[in-house]
């Protein structure tokens, strides 16, 4: 990997960076749809690569099960499997086994489960985590880390934690004695859950580790934890990190959160919520989310956003025929998930161009003003940006702050 920062914001934590992979290079802070199954849902690789998107994620559970390893070995790997010619980010496969399997058991060697074809108990431990990951060659791999809920709390969060160093050290060893250190790139995860001393610990023995490391993730959190503490242990681990190494939180994409965490200092993001949301007929603007299943939208016939260069929005495609079909067609899951895919690109491709111009602050108040402004700001995200010299309500006596996520959504009124 090269990774070389290009611009630092004035005020925040923000960063632009150049990502160079094995697979071309990917700018950052970016964020990453989540392919699942090797396929994002509703998209091919090339409508994906249209979208100009370079950076994607496998999960390893899931490829593990089904093709298999053989498979992806034959094949050559999974780039090759599902034709993407980008980058690739897989996880550890780890988060999977506690949040799917009841049976997971967790041991020092690793993560028991029972096989979901036979029944047997079956062990992942790093060292095959990292295996698994070599054969489905990602251009980014993690370590297998001891997951918990955020919602955890008592002896079972430290022990997690330590775990997960110990953890690292075996995936850093298997993964530099298998001569793969030069093509794909291990990344740690830092743990704690939402105690700060215990974070601080963990980042203090992972950056230790940092010539095995390509770079960290921040790892435990968007688990149900409040918003206020979310953010609290992100700026409290990007401002630890090495400047020098890339930034991953993990499971974020709500674009409040993405850009709050962009002015923490983080480069990298996913979760499943853009595609998933498009297939249950929510569009994402930078009015907020539009729910095209209420009636409302029945006799629109503009598009989702006039100014959106996605296929759906450049060909007219109106909101009255999105409503006609959405949830119903499998083409309007397609064409709402090509618009949600580019939205995200847009608010982080926005970021990138602000943070370069030194005009990251008026952008982060000009989105928030149009995300939030009618329905009142989060109070998280006004407390998050404030500590990072933005404050959203600067000039602004009337604005509505409002408490909990903040998260503003239309609700269907159709049945
Ligand atoms: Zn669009």
Sequence with gaps: MQFEVLATCHTTKARVSRMKLAHGVTMLPTFMPVATQAAIKGLTAQQVEALGVTLILNNTYHLNLRPGIQVLKDVGGAHKFQGWNHNLLTDSGGFQLVSLSKFTKITEEGALFASPFTGEPTMLTPEESISIQHAIGADIIMQLDDVVSSLTTGPRVAEAMA?????LDRCIEFHANAGRKDVQNLFAIVQGGLDPVLRDECLDEMIKRRDGVAGYAIGGLSGGEAKDTFWRIVKQCADKLPFDR???????????????????????ADCVFPTRTARFGVALTFNGPLNLKLSKHATELGPIDDRCPCPTCRDGVSRAMLHHIVTLETVAAHAVTQHNITFQARVMGGARDAILQGTFPTYLRTFFANYFGEDGYPEWCVNALRSVGVDLLEGKPEAKVVQGD?????YSDAS
């Design 246 to 268: 890339p930034r991953y939180v993990m499971g974020v994409g709500f674009a409040e959160d993405l850009l709050v965490c962009a002015a923490l200092g983080v480069d990298m």
């Design 163 to 167: 775990r997960s160093v110990r953890w």
């Design 406 to 410: 903040g998260a503003k959504w239309e």
